[in-house]
């Protein structure tokens, strides 16, 4: 599975953004698929993720209300929707896909990853 994000930039506080990550191959309802940040220094954090489905997600309680993870198995892509952005959300965004995962808020559980795109929230 190849992962390619888009969507990222610069965005006041309080703004709204929409990342989309596209996904190659033919069985991408197969995988589960989340999205995890990062910023200089720091581990990389997860953020949402979201079964093979569609019908179960699951968001960091630092952005419950206002992220949303979303799939589109039809056209092979994954969406991130963030709203009432602060500064700490800044940072480079990755979406990452895997199976048979033990835990799915866990980064090393998943296979693949994109190449991250860079979310700043400034006035």
């Known amino acids: 599975v190849q992962l390619q994000a888009s969507g990222g930039g610069l965005v006041h506080p309080g703004g709204s953004l929409s990342l989309s990550c596209a996904a190659s191959?033919?069985?991408?309802?197969?995988?589960?698929m989340a999205w995890f940040r990062q910023t200089p220094g720091k581990e990389r954090e997860f953020v949402a993720w979201?079964?093979?489905?569609?019908?179960?997600?699951f968001h960091n309680p630092s952005v419950e209300g206002r992220f949303t993870i979303s799939r589109d198995n039809v056209k092979n892509t994954v969406s991130l929707q963030m709203n009432s952005l602060k500064p700490e959300d800044t940072a480079v965004y990755y979406c990452?896909?895997?199976?048979?995962?033990?835990?799915?808020?866990?980064?090393?559980?998943?296979?693949?990853w994109g190449p991250g795109t860079q979310v700043t929230v400034s006035s």
């Open positions: 191959g033919r069985t991408f309802s197969t995988y589960d």
């Open positions: 979201i079964i093979g489905s569609g019908r179960v997600t």
């Open positions: 990452a896909a895997g199976q048979r995962l033990r835990d799915r808020s866990s980064q090393s559980d998943y296979d693949y």
